[in-house]
């Protein structure tokens, strides 16, 4: 958004085919004052994933639990 901006773009929308919804990529977007619209997201693709038995609902769980703070995911999923 950044470079596009600094070349003269006017950039005030984001279209996306599938998008994790990542709290801090999401924060990014509010601040550059950017809509994101999204295809599919994250938990709509592990609820289809779900209920085709393609994943368990523990992996699903799991999944979710990585999404909301990626870089802690290990100490999370571990208990520390």
């Known amino acids: 958004i950044t470079a596009l901006r600094q070349a003269g ?11 994790y919804g990542l709290p801090d990529a999401l924060i990014a977007f509010e601040q550059a004052e950017v809509s994101l619209t999204s295809l599919v997201t994250l938990p709509a693709l592990l609820q289809c994933a779900t209920a085709s038995a393609q994943i368990t609902s523990s ?11 990626p870089g802690l995911w290990p ?3 571990n208990g520390v």
């Open 9 to 19: 773009v006017c950039v005030d929308a984001c279209a996306a085919i599938f998008s």
């Open 59 to 69: 992996q699903e769980a799991d999944v979710l639990c990585w999404a909301q703070n």
């Open 75 to 77: 100490q999370a999923k």
